[in-house]
């Protein structure tokens, strides 16, 4: 049972555009979402997150928004640069335990950036 | 200052055999967590180590089993291989259960 989709599994965007990733999850215990991003060999690198009590989130280039009725939350890359090509990782956790440590990861989106 | 240190970076293995690797966390991070990446299942949880006791376990069969030092250093284990425990296996590591950094991770390809 997948409890966390990311539906996308490729997008490609043209350098200087948005690039929207999406994510969808169907644990209404999820409270605190996460995105990364991977490069190949490499681990994943913590890009931004965002708690239930909020609907958005801000951090330079990238935004996350989260619409908790619909269980889904997007992350907004503007402007979206080469370097931004990667897999995209989003992540949810219940931390009415008092920790994120046990993420619940989608299956990744690849984000090519084109010149 | 350091990141997390994953040993081995590549190993393979024979179905059958025992296998650990070994996770240094970023110094002064109390908290350890391992993930499995599979390209069809994506990333799981396996468990969590918080100051040496397992916090959080994932659902992975108990071949798969963990422990953590008193420096905070990580090992898990897998018994008896088989073909499908070839992943890449990612440890991660936070100062108290939030904002986990992740290492390189350690490929096992078993045979």
């Known amino acids: 049972d997948q409890q966390v989709k990311q539906n996308s599994p490729s997008l490609s965007v043209q350098e200087g555009r948005i690039s929207i990733l999406n994510c969808d999850y169907t644990n209404s215990m999820f409270d605190y979402f996460l995105w990364y991003k991977k490069y190949p060999a490499e681990g994943p690198t913590f890009l931004i997150s965002i708690s239930s009590i909020k609907d958005k989130n801000e951090d330079g280039r990238f935004t996350v928004f989260l619409n908790k009725s619909a269980k889904h939350l997007s992350l907004h890359i503007v402007p979206s640069q080469p370097g931004d090509s990667a897999v995209y990782f989003c992540a949810a956790d219940d931390v009415s335990t008092g920790t994120a440590s046990k993420l619940t990861f989608g299956t990744g989106t690849r984000l090519q950036v084109t010149l | 200052k350091a990141g997390v240190t994953q040993t081995p970076r590549y190993l393979i293995k024979t179905r059958g055999q025992q296998v650990t690797l070994s996770c240094s966390p970023i110094?002064?991070?109390?908290?350890v967590s391992w993930y499995q990446q599979t390209p069809g299942q994506g990333l799981q949880f396996l468990f969590e180590y918080f100051s040496e006791t397992q916090r959080n376990k994932g659902n992975f069969p108990g071949r798969f089993s963990g422990r953590q030092f008193s420096n905070s250093r990580s090992e898990m284990n897998v018994s008896t291989l088989e073909l499908g425990d070839s992943a890449l296996y990612l440890c991660?590591?936070?100062?108290?259960?939030?904002?986990?950094?992740f290492g390189s991770g350690t490929r096992l390809t078993v045979v």
């Open positions: 110094s002064g991070h109390r908290s």
């Open positions: 991660a590591s936070s100062l108290a259960g939030y904002g986990y950094t």
